[in-house]
């Protein structure tokens, strides 16, 4: 019912509305949505707490411009877009509850106030908080900083052709600050993006100590590798980057490793195996078998004559059938694999390549005695954003672009059959 303080504007709404209003006088309150709760509505409402003209500026969305470096804190279940603490302050002044007529503008304020500052026992769980999704019991590794849905712009400064549908790419951060102190860890991915096409995800397969560019080795095989594929130097492209985990090099220290890499799949074992050899004192023997269709099928062929020469490395080399003038081993990977038979004793297999190659790969290792927690393989199934928010890489409990793309035998026996 209309109150001596609200009856004079109420005047002012339509004769229809006076209308309605003398109909419902001295009834019950009409149902919501009625015509009675629409004439209820014509007097001017008491304008809110100036907190809720703060809702977040469109030049201030968290979509649109980059957040603060600090990685963004992990929340149960999903990543959080926006800290709680900076969360929109319409949102906080919200849970205020409502005083009629002038108190609500009052106390609204002293509610949003009170809102914005964080209780003190909530402050230190939210900075000991790390990034996106980390998942508990995983390394902390290099985050990419800022907005992780927001690309960093880089130029293309190198193509190489490795074979006829691989390319090889190598870019530059276009800000230069970003450049230099960009980290990463062996087996860690970026996001490329192509504007206009879209963005896939990548290992980085340049070595961390090469800080002149990023490398990624890209194979044609849809719309966006595609567009890849025709890119030139000086093209702009978007990275995010670095995303994942990495290969537990650490843990192997005093230990044999043992890396197997077949087609495309060489170019995360490229990266891990350089990392490896620059640090050869920590390590015991270092070995590589290295199988493709053929030899014009090999990626990185301007290197594999140093990898053969190389002291510190036992390099073999194979292809699924006889070739023209080819000096060394023929044969499907699995095969060639139980034919070198390499100790399991203090050995860690390292593995990557096609799906089916990886299968039959790790049969033979278990068939020559490598316990599961010692083969180490990668998994790049459906990635698609990167940080746990799409949900379509995830196998049971776990997200292949946070808690992998690297797993242990171990881990994968302990996901369900669908990978």
Same mark, same amino acid.
């Given at each position: 019912?209309?109150?001596?303080?609200?009856?004079?504007?109420?005047?002012?709404?339509?004769?229809?509305?006076?209308?309605?209003?003398?109909?419902?006088?001295?009834?019950?309150?009409?149902?919501?949505?009625?015509?009675?709760?629409?004439?209820?509505?014509?007097?001017?409402?008491?304008?809110?707490?100036?907190?809720?003209?703060?809702?977040?500026?469109?030049?201030?969305?968290?979509?649109?411009?980059?957040?603060?470096?600090?990685?963004?804190?992990?929340?149960?279940?999903?990543?959080?877009?926006?800290?709680?603490?900076?969360?929109?302050? @319409?949102?906080?002044?919200?849970?205020?509850?409502?005083?009629?007529?002038?108190?609500? @503008?009052?106390?609204?304020?002293? @509610?949003? @106030?009170?809102?914005?500052?964080?209780?003190?026992?909530?402050?230190?769980?939210?900075?000991?908080?790390?990034?996106?999704?980390?998942?508990?019991?995983?390394?902390?590794?290099?985050?990419?900083?800022?907005?992780?849905?927001?690309?960093?712009?880089?130029?293309?400064?190198?193509?190489?052709?490795?074979?006829?549908?691989?390319?090889?790419?190598?870019?530059?951060?276009?800000?230069?600050?970003?450049?230099?102190?960009?980290?990463?860890?062996?087996?860690?991915?970026?996001?490329?993006?192509?504007?206009?096409?879209?963005?896939?995800?990548?290992?980085?397969?340049?070595?961390?100590?090469?800080?002149?560019?990023?490398?990624?080795?890209?194979?044609?095989?849809?719309?966006?590798?595609?567009?890849?594929?025709?890119?030139?130097?000086?093209?702009?492209?978007?990275?995010?980057?670095?995303?994942?985990?990495?290969?537990?090099?650490?843990?192997?220290?005093?230990?044999?490793?043992?890396?197997?890499?077949?087609?495309?799949?060489?170019?995360?074992?490229?990266?891990?195996?350089?990392?490896?050899?620059?640090?050869?004192?920590?390590?015991?023997?270092?070995?590589?078998?290295?199988?493709?269709?053929?030899?014009?099928?090999?990626?990185?062929?301007?290197?594999?004559?140093?990898?053969?020469?190389?002291?510190?490395?036992?390099?073999?080399?194979?292809?699924?059938?006889?070739?023209?003038?080819?000096?060394?081993?023929?044969?499907?990977?699995?095969?060639?694999?139980?034919?070198?038979?390499?100790?399991?004793?203090?050995?860690?297999?390292?593995?990557?390549?096609?799906?089916?190659?990886?299968?039959?790969?790790?049969?033979?290792?278990?068939?020559?005695?490598?316990?599961?927690?010692?083969?180490?393989?990668?998994?790049?199934?459906?990635?698609?954003?990167?940080?746990?928010?799409?949900?379509?890489?995830?196998?049971?409990?776990?997200?292949?672009?946070?808690?992998?793309?690297?797993?242990?035998?171990?881990?994968?026996?302990?996901?369900?059959?669908?990978?």
């Amino acid at each position: 019912m209309a109150t001596k303080k609200t009856a004079g504007k109420a005047k002012a709404a339509p004769k229809a509305a006076d209308a309605d209003s003398k109909k419902t006088r001295g009834r019950a309150a009409p149902a919501a949505g009625g015509k009675g709760a629409q004439a209820a509505k014509a007097p001017k409402a008491v304008k809110p707490a100036a907190a809720q003209e703060k809702a977040l500026p469109t030049d201030e969305h968290p979509m649109l411009t980059e957040l603060k470096e600090a990685p963004l804190p992990a929340v149960e279940g999903e990543t959080a877009l926006v800290p709680e603490n900076e969360a929109p302050h @319409a949102a906080k002044a919200a849970e205020a509850p409502r005083a009629p007529g002038a108190e609500a @503008a009052k106390a609204a304020p002293k @509610a949003a @106030a009170k809102a914005e500052a964080p209780t003190a026992a909530a402050k230190p769980e939210a900075a000991g908080k790390p990034g996106p999704r980390m998942p508990r019991g995983i390394t902390p590794r290099p985050l990419m900083t800022g907005n992780p849905y927001l690309p960093k712009l880089a130029t293309v400064v190198e193509i190489i052709q490795e074979t006829r549908n691989i390319r090889t790419l190598r870019v530059v951060l276009d800000d230069a600050e970003a450049m230099e102190n960009f980290t990463f860890e062996p087996g860690q991915v970026g996001q490329v993006s192509v504007f206009g096409a879209g963005e896939s995800t990548f290992v980085i397969n340049s070595p961390p100590s090469e800080k002149s560019f990023l490398q990624f080795s890209v194979m044609d095989a849809g719309e966006v590798t595609d567009a890849i594929h025709h890119l030139s130097p000086g093209d702009k492209v978007g990275v995010r980057a670095p995303l994942g985990n990495y290969f537990p090099w650490k843990d192997w220290k005093g230990k044999n490793v043992f890396f197997i890499g077949g087609g495309i799949g060489m170019a995360p074992i490229r990266t891990i195996m350089l990392h490896l050899l620059e640090r050869k004192e920590d390590y015991g023997k270092i070995s590589l078998l290295y199988g493709a269709r053929s030899p014009v099928d090999m990626a990185y062929s301007y290197e594999l004559d140093d990898w053969k020469q190389n002291p510190d490395l036992d390099c073999t080399l194979c292809i699924d059938n006889p070739y023209e003038n080819w000096g060394h081993r023929v044969g499907l990977i699995p095969k060639v694999l139980e034919e070198l038979a390499p100790s399991p004793e203090n050995t860690v297999a390292v593995l990557c390549g096609p799906p089916i190659m990886i299968k039959f790969t790790l049969q033979a290792l278990e068939k020559l005695g490598f316990a599961p927690e010692n083969i180490v393989t990668t998994l790049e199934k459906r990635m698609k954003c990167g940080i746990g928010i799409c949900g379509r890489c995830n196998i049971g409990s776990r997200y292949v672009c946070v808690d992998g793309p690297v797993f242990t035998l171990k881990e994968l026996q302990g996901l369900p059959p669908d990978m």
